[in-house]
C-alpha cells in the first residue's frame, strides 16, 4: 500500500523559504489518476489546503499561497517537494503531504512534520 | 473563518448516534463530492468518506456520509471512546478555486 513521508528542517528563519520533501512509497508518482498535495495545520486549528501537483508537472495553488508556493516532483525518486518563500511566524503548522484521488478526495496520508519559524 | 461551517463540538454517551453537520454553498458543496477525515489525538488526518457517502475498505459502517444541496452529514452510530476526534469535511471551491476545508468538530464520547 502506497504510504507518504515528509522530511525537512523542523526550525525555519523568518524571512528565509521553507523546502520540505514527500517521499512515496509504495506505488509510483507517475501511475496517473492521482494529484500529490500539501496540506497544513497550524497549532491547534483547522486543516488548510497548500497546494497539489500532478506527475506531469501542472499545479494548483491555493490562491492565498500562491504568491510563495512552488510545488515540484521528481517523479525519478518517487518524490515531490514544497517551497514556501518569505515565511513568518505565520507559517508555524504540522505540514502534511497526502496523495489526492482526481481532485475529490486526500487519501492516505504522511504523518506530518512541525516547520516552526523563528529566529 | 472556514468556508465550510461546522460545528465546533459535538457529544454524546457511548453506543449512541451523533451527527455532524458541515455547511456551505453551491460553489463548494452545491457543486462537488464532499469527503470527511478523521483526526485522532496527536495523528494525521485519515479518510473516513469519499465522494458523499462511500467508505474506504476498512472503515466500519457505524461511519455513514450524506450530501443534501449545499449540506453534508457524517453520521458515527455506536459511539466507542476511540471515536473521540477531530472530524472535517471538505470539497473543492470553483469560485475560489481552492480546496477548502470545514474548522472541524471535536466530538466527546461521556
Known amino acids: 500500500q502506497v504510504q507518504l513521508q515528509e522530511s525537512g528542517p523542523g526550525l525555519v528563519k523568518p524571512s528565509q523559504t521553507l523546502s520540505l520533501t514527500c517521499t512515496v512509497s509504495?506505488?509510483?508518482?507517475?501511475?496517473?489518476?492521482?494529484?500529490w498535495s500539501w496540506i497544513r495545520q497550524h497549532p491547534g486549528k483547522g486543516l488548510e489546503w497548500i497546494g497539489y501537483?500532478?506527475?506531469?508537472?501542472?499545479?494548483y495553488y491555493n490562491p492565498s499561497l500562491k504568491s510563495r508556493v512552488t510545488i515540484s516532483v521528481d517523479t525519478s525518486k518517487d518524490q515531490f517537494f514544497l517551497k514556501l518563500s518569505s515565511v513568518s511566524a505565520a507559517d508555524t503548522a504540522v505540514y502534511y503531504c497526502?496523495?489526492?484521488?482526481?481532485?475529490?478526495?486526500?487519501?492516505?496520508w504522511g504523518q506530518g512534520t512541525l516547520v516552526t519559524v523563528s529566529s | 473563518q472556514s468556508v465550510l461551517t461546522q460545528p465546533p463540538s459535538v457529544s454524546a454517551a457511548p453506543g449512541q448516534k451523533v451527527t455532524i453537520s458541515c455547511s456551505g454553498s453551491?460553489?463548494?458543496?452545491?457543486?462537488?463530492?464532499v469527503s470527511w477525515y478523521q483526526q485522532l489525538p496527536g495523528t494525521a488526518p485519515k479518510l473516513l468518506i469519499y465522494?458523499?457517502?462511500k467508505r474506504p475498505s476498512g472503515i466500519p459502517d457505524r461511519f455513514s456520509g450524506s450530501k443534501s444541496g449545499t449540506s453534508a452529514t457524517l453520521g458515527i452510530t455506536g459511539l466507542q471512546t476511540g471515536d473521540e476526534a477531530d472530524y472535517y469535511c471538505?470539497?473543492?471551491?470553483?469560485?475560489?478555486?481552492?480546496?477548502?476545508f470545514g474548522g472541524g468538530t471535536k466530538l466527546t464520547v461521556l
Open positions: 497526502a496523495r489526492v484521488f482526481g481532485t475529490n478526495w486526500f487519501n492516505p
Open positions: 509504495g506505488g509510483s508518482i507517475s501511475s496517473g489518476g492521482y494529484y
Open positions: 501537483i500532478y506527475y506531469s508537472g501542472s499545479t
Open positions: 453551491s460553489s463548494n458543496i452545491g457543486n462537488d463530492y
Open positions: 465522494e458523499n457517502n
Open positions: 471538505g470539497t473543492w471551491d470553483s469560485s475560489l478555486s481552492a480546496w477548502v
